[in-house]
Nanobody, 123 residues
């Protein structure tokens, strides 16, 4: 069992930056690939970014590539999402997930999810 707790969300102006964090419980953090997804009001949850267990490989949704960076610190059981050049369309609840898949890019590939953190980008 893995428990995930996101933090770092908030209100930011367009063009600004935010860094999300996700703290994981348990000793098996490094055995999971990690990722972020988001869900905007009235829309389905969508994949945002993923990182392999050791952090050597990453994958991004086309809508965030070049603006967002995912990273992890296995010593701290934490995964991060650095978001830059934010636009109003990035407004959503952001969720952290853990997966047994090597580099999970589908929502269905995740085994655990956190409760989410709200990100609001004003124009």
């Amino acid at each position: 069992q893995v428990q995930l707790v996101e933090s770092g969300g908030g209100l930011v102006q367009a063009g600004g930056s935010l860094k999300l964090s996700c703290a994981a419980s348990g000793r098996t953090f490094s055995s999971y690939a990690m990722g972020w997804s988001r869900q905007a009001p009235g829309k389905e949850r969508e994949f945002v970014a993923a990182i392999t267990r050791g952090g050597s490989s990453t994958e991004y949704a086309a809508s965030v590539k070049g603006r967002f960076t995912i990273s992890r610190d296995n010593a701290k059981n934490t995964v991060y999402l650095q978001m830059s050049s934010l636009i109003p369309e990035d407004t959503a609840v952001y969720y952290c997930g853990a997966s047994a898949v090597l580099l999970p890019v589908r929502i269905s590939e995740y085994d655990y999810w956190g409760q989410g953190t709200q990100v609001t980008v004003s124009s």
